[in-house]
């Protein structure tokens, strides 16, 4: 029985995001992680020490995160029921995972493209950060699948890679890094010094799970013979670890990304990604959405058996 619970959660909960992705009617715990974030932010990011109050915000909020969710579940586990114990963790790691919910909102830019460019641009600003009134119709195809690859790993192997090391606690850490990172990750006037700590913690956190995505991608896709490839354009994304799964992606569809985005109104040079300056189509991005899928199907599967192996099973 012990075998069994010990990947129960993970099993039910990978059902449960496959099933039903991230309802829009579910209150998600990512959102109350963005109010408190927000909160601090707004009241320590002025005057002097941004540095030193940004990186005070970033560690109680990540350790207080992971103590309350292991204080939480240890009460429960012990004083009331293992079973309502599992029915907790299943839960929380449900709303970890956001692979499902990945794939749709990219596959509905290319099917709002299908209709008319604005509303391809409309769609994709709700996955990326780059100012899309600009983009034309290959940029929003290539920002979309540049996101896939890059929220693989943020959305599902990160997760999964942490809560595999440090149980349900330390994946509900991870989406409270990745979170600041997303809100005040960012190399502008106003984040550059207060969200500083908390974007080296997310790239720190992400370090290895982005080369093991772009390791399943390959391995997956049957092309053991990108991984020269992955090497070579990993290392040439502005981030430490976004251009690995990009870069496994771009050498799989056999195609380009980078090039120049606005954030915020100011222009970013992201070095390109790939060499074949080829239009993107629908088949490119249904040919991702697998590598993806199977990716994912692949790390649930080592993490149950590594849970398994580690539990005597």
Same mark, same amino acid.
């Given at each position: 029985?012990?075998?069994?619970?010990?990947? /129960?959660?993970?099993? /039910?909960? *990978?059902?449960?995001?496959?099933? &039903?992705?991230?309802?829009?009617?579910?209150p998600h715990p990512?959102?109350?992680?963005?109010?408190?974030? #927000?909160? =601090?932010?707004?009241?320590?990011?002025?005057?002097?020490?941004?540095?030193?109050?940004?990186?005070?915000?970033?560690?109680?909020?990540?350790?207080?995160?992971?103590?309350?969710?292991?204080?939480?579940?240890?009460?429960?586990?012990?004083?009331?029921?293992?079973?309502?114990?599992?029915?907790?963790?299943?839960?929380?790691?449900?709303? =970890?995972?956001?692979?499902?919910? /990945?794939?749709?909102?990219?596959?509905e830019v290319f099917h709002?493209?299908?209709?008319?460019?604005? $509303?391809?641009?409309?769609? +994709? #600003?709700?996955?990326?950060?780059?100012?899309?009134?600009?983009?034309?119709?290959?940029? +929003?195809?290539?920002?979309?699948?540049?996101?896939?690859?890059?929220?693989?790993?943020?959305?599902?192997?990160?997760?999964?890679?942490?809560?595999?090391? &440090?149980?349900?606690?330390? !994946?509900?850490?991870?989406?409270?890094?990745?979170?600041?990172?997303?809100?005040?990750?960012?190399?502008?006037?106003?984040?550059?010094?207060?969200?500083?700590?908390?974007?080296? /913690?997310?790239?720190?956190?992400?370090?290895?799970?982005?080369?093991?995505?772009?390791?399943? !991608? +390959? =391995?997956?896709?049957?092309?053991?013979? &990108?991984?020269?490839?992955?090497?070579?354009?990993?290392?040439?994304?502005?981030?430490?670890?976004?251009?690995?799964?990009?870069?496994?992606?771009?050498?799989?569809?056999?195609?380009?990304?980078?090039?120049?985005?606005?954030?915020?109104?100011?222009?970013? *040079? $992201?070095?390109?990604?790939?060499?074949?300056?080829?239009?993107?189509?629908?088949?490119? !991005?249904?040919?991702?959405?697998?590598?993806?899928?199977?990716?994912?199907?692949? !790390?649930?599967?080592?993490?149950?058996?590594?849970?398994?192996?580690?539990?005597?099973?």
């Open positions: 029985m012990e075998y069994l619970m010990s990947i /129960l959660p993970l099993l /039910l909960a *990978w059902g449960l995001d496959r099933w &039903l992705g991230d309802p829009v009617w579910l990512v959102v109350a992680f963005g109010r408190a974030i #927000a909160l =601090c932010e707004h009241r320590l990011n002025k005057g002097r020490l941004r540095f030193a109050k940004g990186m005070a915000v970033a560690i109680v909020l990540v350790v207080g995160i992971y103590g309350l969710t292991w204080i939480l579940l240890h009460g429960i586990n012990v004083y009331v029921s293992p079973w309502l114990g599992v029915a907790l963790e299943t839960i929380l790691i449900f709303y =970890c995972l956001a692979g499902t919910t /990945l794939v749709r909102e990219v596959r709002a493209l299908d209709h008319s460019l604005d $509303k391809g641009r409309r769609q +994709v #600003a709700r996955i990326v950060g780059r100012d899309t009134q600009a983009l034309s119709a290959q940029e +929003v195809r290539a920002a979309a699948l540049e996101t896939l690859a890059e929220n693989l790993s943020d959305g599902v192997i990160a997760p999964l890679f942490w809560y595999l090391l &440090l149980g349900v606690p330390g !994946m509900v850490m991870y989406k409270m890094i990745n979170t600041l990172d997303s809100m005040i990750g960012y190399r502008n006037e106003r984040y550059r010094r207060f969200g500083c700590f908390a974007a080296r /913690l997310d790239d720190v956190a992400n370090y290895i799970p982005a080369r093991l995505t772009a390791l399943l !991608m +390959v =391995c997956v896709a049957g092309r053991p013979d &990108l991984l020269k490839f992955v090497l070579r354009y990993g290392k040439e994304h502005t981030s430490p670890n976004s251009g690995y799964p990009e870069a496994a992606l771009a050498g799989i569809l056999d195609c380009r990304f980078g090039g120049p985005h606005d954030y915020f109104g100011v222009e970013v *040079w $992201k070095p390109y990604i790939g060499s074949n300056e080829r239009p993107l189509a629908t088949a490119d !991005m249904q040919r991702a959405v697998r590598i993806n899928q199977r990716a994912e199907g692949v !790390m649930v599967a080592l993490v149950a058996f590594l849970l398994l192996v580690t539990t005597g099973g």
